[in-house]
């Protein structure tokens, strides 16, 4: 018994050493720890729990507050020194935290007598958590001992074992006629076969793109699950032979490369629906994975009962995947005749709604917002349990640009269908461009990047660590947001976006704004066409106070966006009118600004409160503008460019010596970093982090 005591010790001194290694790091967590322990994740969040009844981000903010209360009381550093010594991004957040944890701000700790100095506040009927984290560990250590070896090694009683996590990878399945024109429904039932599997919750299903870089691929069934970090791959092959169809299946161990289980399937061309069922059905027994009655019912549903247009309807999803205009104006000639034959057939008028949607997408005067709606429309009608039909519907209000509107139809389409990789995009962009959110946003992404593991070849893997990269940033997590863009440029050398967010991201660590202008001058150079950079180095050249740089940046911009007849970044109209008003342009300048007022006056996002607060800072109306900063005060989920950019604002030179400006900017600071704090821990005890 003894051997064992000391073992778990050992464990938790080296687990404390780690973290007291690592102080510094603001960006060290659960994932971190977990490397330097040479220990899973999953591994290290289950043995900290049961060790300390903590999580791992408790375990080490408690860890760097007892590291802080041991440095204010031994040593003369300050406390903005302490805080960043023991990993706190801002001394207001570590100086709440401080509170929230010994009952008393990190100020007063030389006034208290010892014994108190070191006592973490209590909570009320939460006896474990009357005492410091180093005791809470020490006790949870020799409970364990007196319990025995056994709780180590099986859950006790009664108690659920924990179950790893079910993945799946459906990989393209081949052709066996040397007739191309069967590639269609091959490709078809591929997709039926992952469309059934997306609709189950318990069960990762990577994304059709994820699977598609394995086609041609040499790579053996252990080097793709390694890549992709799934369980097991789903292979098959087919042809129809006249009016039957001939699919082999097979489900394969992703790390052995054994075949668990293998079918041929044998079926007229009209049970194709019973196909389709029957594999899914085969492939969830097999695996053992729960299907609630509710997934059991949206997976046996059957889209229609005219085989001819769910023929017609295969070949039009095809195009529709293909993508480009040409693409999506054929696959609504196929949808169309599918319609033609089943008026009741949603999901090829949901296919419908979103080749209109992404033949719109990029244009800025919308053709098929009508087709778009009456679509969208008849797929909810006559299956408002669809996924697709959801979505498209919640595609038509984005492009009407009522967002508020799309939000609950995307919610409820990812309930019917959790791995839509589709929807999760959706809902990163939806609280990144829309009603930014970044909590929502990261998670969104975070999510959608599990389920689109694209191979390191992969210019849309690209994307997705950049939608990542850009997330982590928004909300904070600047080391995690530089490593994510890495990747994206070590995937696609070639992704400018993402050395466009890079630039700026970099500023985060060195605060060196002209070198940030420079970076961005490099890529407005690869694209002189990018207005969003244009605007940007106008921005940069206003935080410098380079007037001049600034309006020739804005004029270039202000003429390309006439130009290409865009509505876009209404939001800078006050930064732009300030600038044109410094060269001697009062009227226009006085427009610009009156717009951003007029755009902001009815605005729903979080910044309303804040943009109209700098416009009457802006007109000398302090207390307004003291109002509008106090509401704004109370928000979470703002992005980290406002904590970063907003103090060096030209606006606010006159009153940042104002003792109650100072106030609510030291709150705008540290409710950020205690959401930052609130986010990563949701995340992890979702485990997407």
């Not at 900290?48 to 003369?76: F, P, Y």
């Not at 100095?117 to 909570?123: G, L, M, N, Q, V």
């Not at 791959?233 to 699919?247: A, F, H, N, R, Y």
């Not at 996002?605 to 109370?634: C, I, N, P, W």
Request: aromatic share 12%; net charge negative.
């Amino acid at each position: 018994m003894g051997d064992f005591l000391n073992l778990d010790n050992g464990f938790l001194d080296q687990l404390n050493r780690k973290i007291e290694e690592n102080f510094a790091r603001e960006e060290f967590g659960v994932s971190e720890l977990a490397e330097a322990m040479n220990m899973s994740r999953s591994n290290l969040l289950r043995k900290v729990k049961k060790a300390t009844n903590l999580s791992v981000s408790q375990l080490i903010n408690q860890t760097r507050l007892q590291r802080g209360m041991e440095l204010l009381r031994t040593t003369s550093l300050n406390v903005s020194e302490v805080s960043h010594q023991v990993g706190f991004n801002s001394t207001s957040y570590f100086i709440k935290c401080f509170r929230e944890h010994f009952g008393y701000p990190p100020g007063e700790v030389g006034k208290r007598p010892l014994e108190e100095a070191f006592t973490p506040i209590p909570e009320p009927d939460k006896e474990t958590e009357k005492r410091s984290p180093a005791l809470l560990i020490s006790l949870a250590v020799l409970l364990l001992a007196l319990a025995g070896l056994a709780t180590w090694l099986w859950p006790a009683a009664g108690e659920k074992p924990i179950e790893s996590e079910k993945s799946i990878l459906v990989l393209p399945f081949k052709n066996d006629s040397s007739d191309s024109s069967n590639v269609y429904l091959i490709n078809g039932l591929m997709e039926a076969t992952l469309n059934n599997l997306q609709k189950i919750k318990n069960l990762r299903v990577l994304s059709r793109t994820s699977a598609e870089k394995y086609r041609n691929s040499s790579k053996s069934i252990p080097e793709i699950a390694e890549e992709l970090n799934v369980n097991y791959l789903v292979e098959g092959s087919g042809q129809k032979m006249g009016d039957k169809i001939v699919l082999n299946i097979q489900l394969v161990d992703g790390s052995t490369d054994r075949h668990l289980w293998s079918k041929q399937y044998r079926r007229e061309a009209g049970d194709i629906f019973t196909l389709q069922q029957e594999i899914s059905k085969d492939i969830v027994a097999e695996i053992q994975v729960f299907i609630s009655p509710e997934e059991k019912q949206r997976i046996e549903k059957i889209p229609t009962n005219n085989p001819e247009a769910y023929d017609l309807f295969l070949q039009g999803v095809g195009l529709l995947i293909s993508g480009n205009d040409t693409n999506l104006e054929k696959s609504l000639e196929y949808f169309q005749q599918a319609i033609d034959l089943d008026p009741t057939f949603a999901h090829a008028y949901a296919c419908s709604a979103m080749a209109y949607y992404f033949l719109d997408y990029f244009r800025t005067d919308k053709q098929y917002l009508d087709e778009l709606g009456s679509s969208s429309d008849k797929a909810i009608l006559y299956d408002p349990k669809l996924g697709e039909s959801l979505t498209a519907k919640a595609m038509y209000y984005m492009h009407k640009k009522e967002y508020t509107e799309a939000l609950p139809y995307l919610e409820k389409g990812l309930e019917y269908n959790p791995n839509s990789t589709q929807i999760l995009g959706l809902l990163a962009d939806y609280y990144n461009n829309y009603m930014p959110n970044t909590g929502k946003y990261l998670e969104y992404a975070l999510k959608g990047l599990r389920l689109d593991a694209g191979s390191e070849d992969s210019v849309s893997a690209s994307y997705f660590y950049l939608r990542l990269g850009n997330a982590l940033v928004q909300a904070g997590f600047v080391d995690k947001s530089l490593e994510y863009l890495d990747k994206s440029l070590e995937v696609n050398p070639a992704n400018l976006f993402s050395h466009y967010v890079r630039a700026f991201v970099l500023h985060a660590h060195d605060k060196d704004l002209r070198k940030t202008r420079e970076l961005l001058k490099v890529e407005f150079e690869k694209d002189t066409n990018r207005f969003d950079i244009l605007q940007d180095l106008g921005k940069v050249s206003y935080y410098l106070r380079e007037y001049e740089d600034a309006y020739q940046y804005y004029e270039r911009f202000i003429r390309l966006r006439e130009r290409l007849g865009l509505d876009v970044y209404t939001h800078e109209h006050m930064i732009i009118g300030i600038v044109y008003d410094k060269v001697g342009q009062e009227q226009k300048g006085k427009e610009f600004i009156e717009s951003y007022r007029e755009f902001f006056k009815d605005n729903q996002t979080v910044y309303r409160d804040l943009a109209l607060g700098m416009y009457h800072f802006y007109k000398g109306e302090e207390a307004k503008g003291m109002d509008y900063l106090r509401q704004f005060s109370k928000e979470d989920n703002i992005q980290f460019w406002v904590i970063l950019f907003l103090p060096m604002d030209p606006i606010l030179d006159n009153i940042k010596g104002n003792p109650e400006f100072k106030e609510i900017m030291d709150e705008i600071e540290s409710r950020f970093w205690r959401n930052n704090q609130k986010i990563r821990e949701k995340l992890e005890e979702e485990g997407i982090w």
